[in-house]
């Protein structure tokens, strides 16, 4: 009797009890591993798949949730620029009051916030425009966010080119079923960064999966199985340390021999290669009634090498939803001190431009125009302002570089007076006193402010400076050679 002894059936091998030598164990601590590996690959093209991305990617989640805070801490209104409220028509006070309170369950910002989801999610979002039953209105009384996965898309094989290729939907709602949904009954907010809607939706027409192409998650799914596998491969490795030991016939032991073909070989050889590893769903132990000898096994996780790896995945993530990954954790040594300059970047490539498009949408579906328009305002936020530091700091440069022309006779009083003056007025000290300047005089106010550019830029060489300054304004070398030290 050999070491291994399988009776094979079909493309699968069972041990045979009466003389089973060697036989895979699939129950630790008493429970039953189950024989599937990761099922956790996400297909990122479906609808689907863009969901699970959102469920089970930690770096989509954050990013995803943490774009839908920035964006809700905007001020949204319908109005003049000015925050003011005019042209009260009947029509403008029912939109108004509808984007105060889309719906009886939820105010604008919990409605904004799950808009914004599924437009970050799938690329699209579906509003449901309701009427109230019986009322002759042409604004809707209620407005509702369809998830994406309970909405069903009908297509118009027949339709033609400007032709809307979308029959009707069906929409699954709150256990309901709702069929024959027209495409004027629904707003669709699509991505404002990769709105590939009109013409190129039929870039990807499959039915429910419409249009399912215009998700940034689309192109990400290398990235996202990536960091799924990887963290539960380093799960799996902390949970039971993988496979840990290797098995063989104890010294001395007669009684190896090799009962099979190439072919069951290959079969046993990759049933055993798939229910035992380091994966979820394998087992890291096995079980012999021959004598054996054990060797163990050591894996650090650090071999695996998941952080580099995952970082790698999260860069390109984050490449494609335009978020800093700064705020994800990395890069941080480079940017401790520009933190605000990195938020400031993001609210405006990302979550303004965004929140923009949101208002837009409602101008055209609603017909506003003129004043009384929808807009969104973030200027409000600390970070998009400049703080009291940065302007005194500012204000004070520029009057120590007034100062310093004034008393190298390159500027007048005046000029001086009107340069600082632009600074704040408590902050402007008496002018040196310094005789007026014919050079001043010559180049004029603009032509001043050009110097004082050019004696500040923080991207020019000395050199480059006074040669500007000679070439520019006539100076000889030596008076802008004193120009460019007293400017030190």
């Known amino acids: 009797m050999g070491l291994f002894n399988f009776s094979l059936k079909k493309k699968a091998y069972t041990p045979v009890a009466s003389g089973a030598q060697f036989y895979p164990l699939h129950y630790v601590s008493g429970s039953m591993i189950s024989n599937i590996s990761l099922t956790k690959d996400v297909d990122t093209k479906t609808v689907q798949g863009q969901l699970k991305a959102y469920q089970y990617c930690s770096p989509i989640t954050s990013i995803v949730n943490d774009k839908v805070s920035a964006a809700k801490r905007g001020k949204f209104w319908i109005g003049t620029e000015d925050g003011k409220e005019q042209d009260m028509t009947d029509k403008i006070r029912k939109v108004r009051a509808l984007m105060r309170q889309p719906n009886k369950d939820e105010d604008f910002k919990a409605f904004f916030g799950i808009a914004k989801t599924m437009v970050q999610v799938y690329g699209k979002c579906y509003i449901w425009k309701r009427y109230g039953a019986g009322l002759n209105t042409t604004v809707p009384t209620e407005l509702r966010v369809i998830p994406n996965t309970d909405i069903q898309i ?204 949101f208002c837009e949408l409602i101008n055209k579906e609603f017909g506003l125009s003129g004043n009384n328009i929808a807009r969104v305002d973030y200027s409000h936020l600390a970070i998009m302002q400049e703080s009291a530091t940065e302007i005194e700091a500012a204000n004070k440069l520029k009057i120590e570089n007034a100062s310093k022309l004034f008393a190298d006779k390159v500027i007048t009083k005046d000029a001086y007076l009107s340069i600082a003056g632009v600074a704040k007025e408590y902050m402007m000290p008496d002018p040196p006193s310094a005789p007026e300047s014919i050079l001043a005089e010559r180049i004029g106010v603009g032509g001043t402010q050009a110097m004082i550019q050019i004696l500040t830029d923080a991207t020019l060489t000395a050199i480059q400076k006074k040669n500007s300054l000679i070439v520019l304004f006539g100076l000889s070398e030596e008076q802008a050679a004193r120009m460019l030290t007293n400017n030190q």
Not at 163 to 169: C, F, G, P, Q, R
Not at 196 to 204: K, P, Q
Not at 242 to 266: H, S
Not at 315 to 334: K, T
């Open 154 to 357: 009908i297509m118009n094989t027949s339709a033609g080119i400007g032709e809307n290729i979308v029959d009707h939907y069906v929409i699954t709602y709150n256990n309901k079923r709702y069929d024959n949904i027209t495409p004027d009954q629904l707003i669709i907010w699509n991505d404002s960064i990769i709105d590939i809607s009109g013409s190129t939706n039929r870039l990807y027409t499959t039915g429910s999966e419409y249009n399912g192409g215009q998700s940034r998650l689309y192109a990400l799914r290398d990235e996202v199985n990536t960091i799924v596998a990887a963290h539960e491969a380093a799960n799996k490795l902390l949970t039971n340390l993988g496979v840990q030991v290797i098995l063989t016939p104890a010294k001395g032991y007669e009684g190896v021999v090799n009962p099979f073909d190439p072919e069951q070989k290959a079969e046993i050889l990759e049933d055993l290669t798939t229910k035992h590893g380091i994966m979820r769903g394998q087992s890291p132990f096995m079980v012999s009634r021959n004598p054996i000898d054990v060797k163990n096994v050591s894996r650090a996780i650090g071999d695996l090498q998941i952080p580099a790896t995952v970082e790698a995945s999260t860069r390109e993530i984050c490449n494609a939803y335009l978020y800093p990954m700064e705020l994800m954790g990395f890069d941080l040594a480079s940017s401790q001190n520009k933190i605000t300059e990195v938020l400031r970047k993001y609210y405006q490539d990302a979550i303004i431009p965004e929140s923009e498009s």
